[in-house]
């Protein structure tokens, strides 16, 4: 997700009105537990502020919650809460900026144990309420040192009984390689209903392994087992697309691989995993029928795969409401678009999505996407990942957007 820039360019803006501007940061900022606490983590580089960028968001009453990645070292909490009451953040004026609360705990944070939570890009929340962190665990793998001491595991937290953990489990090396692996995205397929025991995860990896690349991971609760699904051709970065996009006026290098999925809707009996490269214009998608259940070799999975076409710039995150609308970012046009289920059942194509908002200052590199499944908007993280490093603390870098679609989440009905 790094790379160079050049070229600025002017962007024409569109939707603004429809966007609420709920929270927003220069810089990213905990509460700490002390100022000397704070002081003592600057100083021994615990803390490294432009190195803290937020790339995750999950609504779950009255807390949102946020994910910091630890792609370089300075991240001193990677998983993280702040208060969140719709009616009072949606006021017109100026965004909130809280600082993040650690969650579940400052303990929980601790670089180096593996039985702590070490990298958090994305998380998500049933209809139970239980959070399924997705832990990287290899660190600082943006530098030429990364720290691979701890394995990837998925760890299960009960935001209805005190965040207590349920369930931990560890991806075995031959499914998520422990010294290679960037388990990216997860969403949680919910169709089988009953009392969750039996439900799973598909997971986006973007890095996988040497010479093969991306793949789909995916775990299934009711066996505690975990099994990888990958192709060749629709998993990995294009040449062409991989250095092409200009993000808030820079050109940014994409030479990354499946990055994000979204699941189709519980109406539509989850049938569907969308997914697509970040160094990609194509959208695909894979039958979970096949997901769900091995397959016995890889060309049974390329013959799965489904190209639903090209998009008009690469994206991001992306994520389905439950009226089965796919939403999507639009990096090359700081936007973001959605693709409604009856164009996509009736042989549309993702390039004519309707483009829902541009925004030039706002909507540089929209990288995930939330739900308030109570009030009905979709969260709209910005993060500005094009300049990563290069952060101007007195502009806004992040920014969590709101917009009304009466829907709610892919696990929910309508």
Not at 72 to 94: A, C, D, H, I
Not at 183 to 196: A, H, K, P, T, Y
Not at 199 to 208: E, F, L, Q
Not at 348 to 361: M, Q, T
Request: with cysteine; hydrophobic share 40%; aromatic share 10%.
């Amino acid at each position: 997700m790094t790379g160079c820039w050049i070229n600025w360019v002017e962007t024409a803006d569109l939707g603004n009105s429809s966007l609420r501007e709920l929270y927003s940061w220069r810089v990213v900022d905990y509460e700490w537990p002390s100022n000397e606490a704070k002081d003592a983590a600057l100083a021994q580089g615990d803390y490294i502020p432009k190195n803290n960028i937020i790339a995750g968001i999950r609504v779950w009453g009255d807390s949102m919650y946020i994910s910091v990645p630890r792609w370089l070292p300075g991240v001193p909490s990677t998983l993280n809460w702040v208060p969140y009451n719709f009616s009072e953040v949606s006021k017109v004026g100026e965004p909130l900026s809280p600082p993040l609360n650690p969650f579940p705990s400052w303990e929980m944070q601790e670089v180096g144990n593996c039985s702590a939570i070490q990298f958090v890009q994305s998380m998500e929340i049933d209809p139970l309420g239980r959070m399924w962190v997705l832990d990287v665990g290899r660190r600082n793998f943006f530098t030429d040192t990364p720290d691979n001491r701890c394995p990837p595991k998925l760890v299960l937290l009960d935001l209805k009984q005190d965040n207590r953990m349920l369930h931990t489990f560890v991806f075995p090396d031959d499914v998520a390689s422990h010294t290679h692996s960037f388990l990216n995205d997860l969403v949680i397929d919910v169709s089988s209903r009953g009392d969750g025991s039996d439900w799973y995860a598909y997971v986006s990896d973007t890095h996988g392994y040497p010479g093969t690349g991306g793949g789909i991971v995916v775990y299934h609760l009711g066996t505690d087992r975990a099994w990888r699904v990958s192709d060749r051709a629709s998993m990995n970065y294009e040449d062409g697309a991989a250095s092409k996009a200009i993000v808030g006026g820079k050109v940014a290098m994409m030479m990354a691989n499946v990055d994000g999925i979204g699941l189709s809707s519980l109406a539509e009996g989850a049938d569907k995993l969308f997914y697509a490269p970040l160094g990609s214009f194509n959208l695909y998608s894979l039958p979970t029928s096949l997901l769900r259940n091995p397959p016995a070799n890889s060309s049974e999975v390329s013959r799965a795969v489904v190209n639903l076409g090209r998009r008009t710039s690469q994206g991001d995150g992306m994520a389905v409401d439950s009226t089965g609308t796919l939403y999507f970012g639009l990096l090359n046009q700081d936007g973001f678009a959605r693709w409604p289920r009856e164009a996509r059942v009736t042989e549309g194509n993702p390039s004519d999505a309707e483009v829902l908002a541009v925004d030039s200052v706002r909507l540089q590199w929209v990288d995930s996407f939330g739900f308030d499944n109570i009030n009905k908007y979709l969260v709209v993280l910005s993060n500005r990942i094009q300049i990563l490093q290069q952060q101007n603390t007195s502009e806004v870098n992040f920014r969590l957007l709101g917009y009304k679609i009466n829907a709610r989440s892919y696990m929910y009905p309508n």
